[in-house]
């Protein structure tokens, strides 16, 4: 079993950033591949990074290219979002997820899920 735990979540301006973290435990955290979702209200969850179990490969979805970052520290089990130059389209709440593919967490069918931490972006 593997749980999940985001945070680093708020309330910031346009144009500012936020970090968030995704700390994992119960199973060694390197044979994990990690993904972000976010769900903003009346729209469905959408992928928005992944990061593969050493951390070798990344993706991310076009909507964040070049403003999100997603990187993963093994020895501290978890896995970080930086979010750069933030939109109010950004406003959603964001989810890790985990499982022992790329290809899995980018989809929601991924095996463990996290209970979300909620990021809004005022105008």
């Known amino acids: 079993q593997v749980q999940l735990v985001e945070s680093g979540g708020g309330l910031v301006q346009a144009g500012g950033s936020l970090r968030l973290s995704c700390a994992a435990s119960g199973r060694p955290f390197s044979s994990y591949c990690i993904g972000w979702f976010r769900q903003a209200p009346g729209k469905e969850r959408e992928f928005v990074a992944a990061i593969s179990w050493k951390g070798g490969s990344t993706y991310s979805a076009d909507s964040v290219k070049g403003r999100f970052t997603i990187s993963r520290d093994n020895a501290k089990n978890t896995v970080y979002l930086q979010m750069n130059s933030l939109k109010p389209e950004d406003t959603a709440v964001y989810f890790c997820?985990?499982?022992?593919?790329?290809?899995?967490?980018?989809?929601?069918?991924?095996?463990?899920w996290g209970q979300g931490t909620q990021v809004t972006v005022s105008s």
């Open positions: 997820n985990a499982d022992q593919s790329v290809t899995m967490v980018r989809t929601k069918n991924a095996g463990y």
